[in-house]
């Protein structure tokens, strides 16, 4: 017991450090995407604070994953670099008993990244997207700037105006493209303002003086309308793309799915414990090294497994949801070679003991 008491305290000692690292990093690489957009108007700092909160616990099931091979990494480096380890061997203790504490750490943790990838996961993701669907709806164009394009539904509406004169509230020379399923309907108007109606919960954008330009890729027609005034709500997306979708979905709804996108987003969820279990074991023989190489030796050999277990993973995801891999073996392959890494390397030294006790 005292020996697995100090393993997990030692592991537990840089933790805190490097979650806390990892999830600012994060947060200001999120935070850089949607700052742009707070600056010109698009979004209120308030949802960008939001957003930036609800993405960070999205990626906790790969953050904590990472914290604790990186922690096991680091710890075992210092026994090995103080010849702790090789103190435990002499006394007896084996490598099944040092992989112990591990073990258990491992699963408590495990456990909790399922539940951030099993519950949290998809309802971060319907939060996130429906704030950002509440802050294109409530899109304000006195925040806009002059000279400046704005994209609204991912892209499927864009509003340019040439000048906005914040005390007048109205924007003047304003182009706006909208793309809905086989149609594409542009408005060009002298000057536009921003009301509410109360027979209306959406804002209304209303245009003054300008013409009115449709055009249909399946009929191969198109017409123009010449206004003096035209109203035009803004309206929530009522669909989601499948893949947005997929990631808001219940693990509850995907397990009853039969969609290749979905069942490739059920796999990654469920892997997540597994693969949280396998990368701390295998922390423990990529920290092997010498006294006199440190107890940092290892860590670029291990940031690198991690990088490309990580983005097998992803790699094989994207397979599986566009039906190029089947449901089995599925992204389970990564997991069975990460396993058969981690059996090779605790497999090996064992070996070479052998070999010099002969």
């Known amino acids: 017991m005292i020996i697995d008491r100090y393993i ?3 592991i537990s000692k840089p933790a805190i450090t490097i979650c806390t690292v990892l999830m600012g990093i994060f947060g200001c690489y999120i935070a850089a995407r949607y700052l742009e957009d707070a600056v010109r108007g698009q979004l209120p700092g308030s949802t960008v604070i939001l957003l930036v909160l609800l993405r960070i616990a999205i990626a906790l099931e790969v953050l904590l994953p990472t ?21 435990m061997f002499a ?10 504490p591990v073990v258990l750490l491992a699963i408590t943790v495990g456990m909790i990244v399922a539940c951030f990838s099993l519950y949290i996961r998809p309802w971060a993701w319907n939060q996130f997207f429906g704030l950002k669907a509440r802050a294109e709806v409530n899109f304000d164009i006195t925040r806009m700037k002059g000279g400046n394009f704005y994209e609204l539904e991912d892209g499927g509406m864009v509003i340019f105006a040439e000048k906005v004169d914040h005390r007048k509230n109205q924007a003047r020379h304003v182009f706006m493209q909208i793309r809905r399923h086989d149609e594409l309907v542009i408005v060009y108007a002298e000057i536009a303002t ?16 300008g ?11 198109w017409g123009i309308l ?14 989601m793309p499948l893949k947005q979708k997929v990631k808001a979905v219940s693990t509850e709804q995907l397990w009853h799915s039969g969609h290749p996108e979905e069942l490739a987003e059920l796999q990654w969820r ?10 701390a074991l295998l922390g423990v023989p990529l920290s092997r090294s010498s006294p006199r190489q440190g107890k940092y030796a290892k860590i670029p050999l291990g940031i690198l497994v991690f990088a490309v277990y990580y983005n097998l993973s992803a790699i094989t995801k994207k397979w599986v949801g566009q039906g190029v891999v089947g449901g089995i073996p599925g992204i389970w392959w990564t997991q069975m070679l990460l396993a058969g890494l981690l059996l090779v390397l605790l497999w090996r ?9 002969r």
């Open 91 to 100: 006394c007896g203790i084996s490598m099944v008993r040092v992989l112990k």
């Open 8 to 10: 997990m305290r030692e």
């Open 211 to 221: 013409h009115l330009y449709t055009f249909s890729e399946t009929e191969k027609a």
């Open 194 to 209: 921003q009301r509410s109606l109360d027979a209306v919960p959406e804002p209304v954008l209303v245009f003054q003086d």
């Open 270 to 279: 469920l892997a997540a414990p597994f693969s949280t279990i396998l990368l």
């Open 226 to 239: 010449r206004f003096r005034n035209l109203e035009m709500p803004l309206t929530p997306k009522d669909v």
């Open 349 to 357: 030294p064992r070996r070479a003991f052998r070999r010099r006790s």
């Open 67 to 87: 914290t604790l091979y990186l922690s096991v990494m680091i710890a075992f480096g210092r026994f090995y670099m103080n010849a702790e380890m090789t103190g």
